[in-house]
């Protein structure tokens, strides 16, 4: 009777009163309320502030030009200049580059710098965010605009980030930028990826000054200078594997704050095969943790009770206890409904969510063991990882 108790407890009671925490409590994070579309400032700034872009870019040849078409086509008011870093590419990055800059006479805006070896101490890409920030304090402008170079931007997208900035005294406007979602792996792990995302760092959190949870999506960063000068700068973040909300965390510390879904900046790099995203979680995962083997068993153990726990205790309980495990199960695909809306999928994908995250769970475990095969926080060639830079 006594195990009988603690069985269902464990398997049917606890993910139920962990779904319902999570879902009333964590800031409806779920719902995905927190868009560039919703609630937009509508007046103009009286002087629109200037603006330089900084694009980091290593090896990114298939996507650059459309990334920089993007940027060279913004519709702002004000004073725009873009930087790109080019950080050691060995591919035709840097040509592409320049064929763009010269057929769209945008050689006055777009400026190509070839980026220097990363010394210790550094990841590759703030390295070339620091040296786009050094060269940009030449001709210092109001704000920075940090973005990936394979996140494409529509034409109004800065002019709406610098409207919403300036009418909220924010210090950082960061967006998470839509990602591919076409493909077969896609469709399974992406929508995944921002809801967890979303479950980690609440947006309503991140955007309230009064909570200290912080966080930023490092595709599309405003940045207001003075404040990251104040803040120490790129520097005082120089070896975070997750450099983004190490940005949001830093950047909270100055001011408020804000960052939401959006449909004007898009990822343009399809993930076509499930390795590859698996390699995109695995980069940062075992960071996010600290590197802590303690904190990793702890969140497998976590995972495991919260996604499987509720379907397979929903089939194989022996008697009615299964009811507690079925509303966990219920909970759960309902409040994967929204982001699934907001990528153009069915909710059917939300029954899948127990798969999707036993696999994410796997994929935590592969960024651990990588990084005790000194491959940490492995990208475009280099282990990043704390220790292993």
Known sequence: MIWSALRDMLFGGLPL????????????????????????????????????????????????????????????????????VDDESTDATRAQAQALALALEAEDRLRILTGSARPSGWTGKLWAVHQGITEAAREPSDYLWLTDADIRHTPDN??????????????????????????????????????????????????????????????????????????????AIRGEIIDDCAMGRLMKAQGPIWLGLTNRAQSIRPYR???????????????????????LAGTLLGLVLMFLSPPLYTLLAPDSSW?????????MAASFRPMLRFYGRTPLWGLALPAIGLLYAVFTLDSAVQHWRGRGGMWKGRAQAMGQS
Request: proline residues 6%; contains cysteine; positive net charge.
């Open 273 to 295: 095969r499930m390795a590859e995203i698996r390699r995109m979680v695995a980069r940062s995962a075992y960071a996010q943790l600290g590197y802590n083997p303690l904190l």
């Open 17 to 84: 009163a962990i779904w319902l925490y999570l879902l009333l409590f964590r800031g409806l994070f779920w719902q995905a309320l927190e868009r560039d579309d919703r609630h937009a400032p509508q007046s103009a700034p009286a002087v629109w502030p200037s603006v330089t872009a900084i694009v980091p870019a290593r090896n990114e040849a298939d996507v650059i030009a459309a990334t920089l078409s993007s940027l060279i086509a913004q519709d702002y008011p004000g004073r725009f200049r873009i930087l790109l």
């Open 158 to 235: 800065l002019a709406e980030l610098v409207r919403r900035a300036e009418a909220g005294g924010l210090v950082l406007t960061s967006l998470m930028a839509r990602l591919h979602c076409s493909t077969w792996p896609e469709r399974l792990f992406i929508p995944a990826f921002v809801y967890f995302f979303e479950m980690l760092y609440p947006f309503s959190w991140v955007n309230n000054v009064r909570r200290k949870v912080a966080a930023a999506a490092g595709g599309c960063m405003l940045i207001r200078r003075p404040a990251l000068e104040a803040a120490g700068g790129i520097e």
């Open 323 to 331: 009811t507690a495990a079925a509303a966990a199960y219920g909970l």
